[in-house]
């Protein structure tokens, strides 16, 4: 069964700044990965995803995403982060050839300081 | 496209009522999803219906839960005699199968049982 690990409960940043979200996966057989944000007392909402192909991928608000098979990592980054950004982000991966069913990691609270 | 409605956005129960939960899932998706997220965790996966068919269950966490999708439309989620570890957000989720784990989220359903 797959599984997956946020490894940050809280990043802190200052406006403006690049940052990185970690994400690590674990599992035997070919995977497919998702970020997703929620923002206060609302549901989550798919960032970005990667399926197969190029491993960079670039998704909603700036971010983007790079799938390393080698490290079994999946990190989400921006170049430049907003107040608006600030939000709790969600790791998740589903396993090939399943139900697809993906299983989400613990999360990772972004803080963006002014 | 209305996205995924739920209601109540809030419930407030005694423990040891019954509560019922509703979910509209997007009208072309054939999937649907509920899942379960207690503060400072990622969602937690319960049931998911393809059409009307409910095609895992075991995930449920205990026989006081129950879901249902009457027709293939939108779906229910029962507990019965809450307990005060109730006390979560229910999300639901649509898809259009074969999604590989990229959902549309609804706001959820944020229960209290006191």
């Known amino acids: 069964a797959q599984s997956v690990t946020q490894l940050d409960s809280q990043v802190p940043v200052f406006e403006e700044a690049p940052v990185e979200l970690r994400c690590n996966y674990s599992s035997s057989v070919s995977v497919y990965l998702f970020w997703y944000v929620q923002y206060p007392n609302q549901g989550l909402q798919l960032l970005l995803k990667?399926?197969?192909?190029?491993?960079l991928v670039k998704g909603i608000n700036g971010f983007e995403a790079e799938f390393n098979k080698s490290q079994t990592s999946f990190h989400l980054r921006k170049p430049s982060v907003h107040i608006s950004d600030t939000a709790e982000y969600f790791c998740?991966?589903?396993?090939?050839?399943?139900?697809?069913?993906?299983?989400f990691g613990r999360g990772t609270s972004l803080i963006v300081h002014p | 496209d209305t996205g995924v409605s739920q209601d109540p956005r809030h419930k407030i129960t005694k423990r040891g009522q019954n509560v019922t939960f509703r979910c509209d899932p997007i009208?072309?998706?054939?999937?649907l999803y509920w899942y379960r997220q207690t503060l400072g965790q990622g969602p937690e996966f319960l049931t998911y219906f393809q059409n009307e068919a409910q095609l895992e269950k075991s995930r449920l966490l205990s026989d006081r839960f129950s879901a249902e999708r009457p027709k293939g439309s939108f779906s229910t989620l029962e507990i019965q005699r809450t307990e005060q570890g109730d006390s979560a957000m229910y999300l639901c989720a649509s898809s259009r199968y074969p999604d590989h784990g990229g959902y549309t989220f609804g706001s959820g359903t944020r229960l209290t049982v006191v």
């Open positions: 009208s072309e998706h054939n999937r």
């Open positions: 990667y399926l197969s192909g190029s491993t």
């Open positions: 998740a991966v589903s396993e090939s050839g399943g139900s697809y069913i993906p299983t």
